[in-house]
């Protein structure tokens, strides 16, 4: 019966074992643990089990999908088979192993885990093992093919014939989080490459080159890793750097090889990691070995023939530094951007990174999912060896075999690993919601239903949003809310953290690492005092310190830097989970950036009276009140404050109670006079309702 192939689930990976439907183990006369029969371009053995999977679907992991010669999305027959006990079994290593577990290898573990395996000659066998996975290769089967491995089997362990290379094994089941990209690039490396009769029969020429584009740790090396474990075509890994070469010549001349290599071994992929070494832009460097070494490129890029089924694929981090001239149709003309992992792709990562790891019942992997907004796929991976070994120095020295790896083992790691896009600009976890924000309902309904269709990807979805008014009056606590409130990192922009020179390069740098921490707010405090030019002072103000953007730049620099922050803001309101906030004291100063940029402009006024009473409640809790303050009273006596005046008022009212309370025991201690009656019988100072009035005074 006819299958389509599918991705098998991330924790089942390395187990020899396919998974179907209940309803077609049925339609097969199958249960659960039968040997069947998987035919692609080649006849494997596998033993089946019930899974959640589609009618018509049999999910296979990376390496039954290369014993069966079938790739994803591709027609097999499955059948039912049989399997006689094995009575030798002939294997050797695919890979070699890393040198941190060649010391602790143990063969007689690896025997003890290939028990109830199914297995061909020539087969591949995956198993979990030493943290990794370890690739065996099957040499050769007594008696019959295919056999059930058993205890009574014995399994001979040989060298293999030719030196072994160190690259890890890698199937589409190591990639986590990125399932959307890794289809578009199966489409566009393996379609060319696997069926190029297709673009015959339309009369198109394949793509020839794909850069993969995206922050550092995402995982663009690891699909290239990938791509070379489970298609059927020749794979040459180059990195940048290692084809220069200081002698004249002979970057070109390895670069002619590799190219030669593709050629004769076709169908080829050639990978070149860290593309932006290899290939900058000629008009910024000033040797003459990389501009020879671009139009090298460039001309063996152009002198592939269509018919040569060879697929230029270029990683990189940094495809602003590329040689423009790479990135026109012909050369690489297909981009894919990797970026950083949503909340499920991050789960995904963490299944596949815990799935050898002992884990205690109280390990919440959504949780940690949810918590580590920013975290790519190598710092989630990061996390979780720091998390073992969390769990190893709990044991240490006793070394207890059953250790396992708890919550807290994880909670710790949190702390201690960061990721690699908020080491140098940090971001933060706001630790207080919208509610904790007195009054301003319409104002609050507005931007988090401004936030909501952001992060769920709606089309029109407001992105860029400007707060302005009078100083005081909570527009960056709305926004730091804003995020506690959806679990989104935070940055603040002020004029402090600002470079005195090459502004527009850092605002470059500033929006591309936020980019990297999405879900985000990036947040511009006062940007009518960075883009002024009264070197970021303005009179009324808070946090404004001289010698800010504005008054070093003079005119024609304050109009470039605006420049540049319009269009960052632009191309950032198209990224998903990204937010780009400003507040501003002054609209005329900016009016025209803010129209241009920004989606929504909202007024953040002074507080009206009900919204007084509110902060009023607020800043007394915890103060010990005379039951004659009136805070209704108060709140109308404020008229005219701001929100940070109103809530001064009460701190300076308690102060004020503390002073006359401590005069009043200072003059009972002397026995000038009784205790005055703002001091209570407990020896605590209550604040009255001239308390108040003396501190409304000084507000205004």
């Not at 192939?5 to 390395?14: F, L, N, Q, R, S």
């Not at 670069?255 to 080829?268: D, G, H, K, N």
Request: net charge negative; glycine share 8%.
């Amino acid at each position: 019966m006819q299958f389509i192939v599918a991705k098998m689930p991330y924790g089942e990976t390395d187990e020899g074992r396919a998974l179907m439907s209940s309803d077609d183990l049925r339609l097969l006369n199958l249960e659960a643990g039968s040997v069947t029969a998987v035919t692609g371009q080649r006849r494997c053995v596998i033993r089946v089990e019930p899974g959640n999977m589609p009618r018509g679907r049999v999910a296979l992991d990376g390496i039954a999908r290369a014993n069966a010669e079938a790739g994803l999305g591709e027609t097999v027959l499955v059948a039912a088979s049989d399997a006689a006990p094995a009575v030798n079994v002939t294997v050797c290593l695919v890979q070699a192993l890393p040198p941190q577990v060649q010391d602790s290898f143990s063969f007689d573990t690896l025997k003890r885990r290939l028990i109830g395996r199914v297995v061909s000659d020539g087969d591949l066998i995956g198993v979990r093992s030493f943290a990794s996975r370890t690739v065996l290769r099957v040499l050769g089967i007594a008696r019959k093919s295919p056999a059930l491995i058993t205890t009574d089997t014995e399994i001979a362990f040989v060298p293999p014939e030719t030196e072994l290379k160190s690259t890890i094994y890698t199937t589409y089941e190591d990639i986590g989080g990125l399932d959307t990209e890794v289809e578009r690039i199966r489409e566009m490396v393996e379609i060319p490459l696997v069926h190029p009769e297709l673009f015959d029969r339309f009369g198109i020429d394949p793509p020839r080159g794909l850069l993969l584009y995206g922050p550092p740790g995402t995982g663009k090396t690891l699909i290239a890793r990938a791509l070379s474990s489970q298609l059927k075509a020749h794979f040459i890994h180059v990195d940048g750097p290692e084809v220069m070469n200081k002698f004249y010549g002979e970057a070109e001349r390895r670069l002619r090889e590799i190219f030669a290599e593709a050629q004769r071994y076709a169908p080829s992929i050639i990978f070149f990691d860290e593309l932006d070494a290899l290939a900058p832009r000629r008009s910024q460097v000033i040797g003459d070995v990389e501009k020879r070494v671009v139009a090298q490129l460039l001309a063996l890029m152009d002198g592939m023939s269509s018919q040569l089924r060879v697929m230029v694929v270029g990683a990189s981090n940094m495809p602003e530094l590329l040689d423009p001239a790479l990135r026109r149709p012909g050369r690489f003309d297909r981009e894919i951007y990797i970026g950083p992992p949503d909340t499920a792709g991050r789960r995904d990562i963490l299944d596949i990174h815990t799935r050898n790891m002992p884990l205690a019942e109280d390990v919440d992997l959504g949780l940690l999912s949810t918590i580590t907004q920013g975290y790519a796929g190598a710092d989630l991976a990061v996390l979780c060896k720091e998390a073992g070994m969390s769990a190893l120095r709990r044991v240490f020295p006793s070394m207890t075999v059953d250790v396992l790896v708890e919550m807290a083992d994880f909670l710790h790691a949190l702390s201690v690993v960061k990721p690699a896009s908020a080491r140098v600009l940090r971001f933060e976890r706001a630790s207080f919601s919208l509610a904790e924000i007195a009054g301003m309902d319409q104002i609050k309904a507005r931007l988090s239903f401004a936030v909501r269709q952001g992060l769920g990807h709606a089309p029109g979805a407001i992105k860029a949003i400007l707060l302005h008014g009078p100083a005081g009056n909570g527009k960056s606590s709305l926004v730091q809310a804003l995020a506690g409130e959806f679990g989104l990192n935070y940055l603040q922009v002020t004029p402090a953290l600002l470079p005195p020179t090459a502004q527009e390069r850092f605002l470059e740098h500033l929006f591309q690492t936020a980019k990297q921490s999405a879900p985000c707010i990036l947040l511009f405090c006062d940007l009518d005092a960075i883009l002024s030019g009264d070197g970021g002072h303005r009179p009324g103000g808070r946090g404004h310190q001289p010698g800010g953007w504005g008054g070093q730049l003079g005119g024609w620099g304050r109009q470039a830097l605006a420049s540049q922050l319009s269009h960052e803001i632009k191309n950032a309101r198209t990224m998903p989970g990204f937010f780009v906030f400003a507040t501003a004291q002054d609209l005329e100063d900016i009016r025209t950036l803010a129209e241009s940029c920004f989606q929504m402009i909202i007024e953040v006024g002074r507080p009206d009276r009900a919204t007084r009473l509110s902060l009023l409640e607020k800043g007394t809790q915890g103060l010990d009140l005379c039951p004659a303050v009136d805070l209704a009273r108060v709140a109308a006596e404020t008229e005219g404050l701001s929100s940070w005046q109103v809530l001064s008022v009460c701190r300076q009212a308690a102060v004020w109670a503390a002073i006359e309370s401590q005069e009043a025991a200072e003059l009972h201690a002397a026995g000038l006079r009784d205790v005055v009656e703002s001091q209570d019988t407990a020896g605590r100072c209550s604040i009255a309702m001239r308390h108040f009035q003396q501190a409304i005074k000084e507000a205004k």
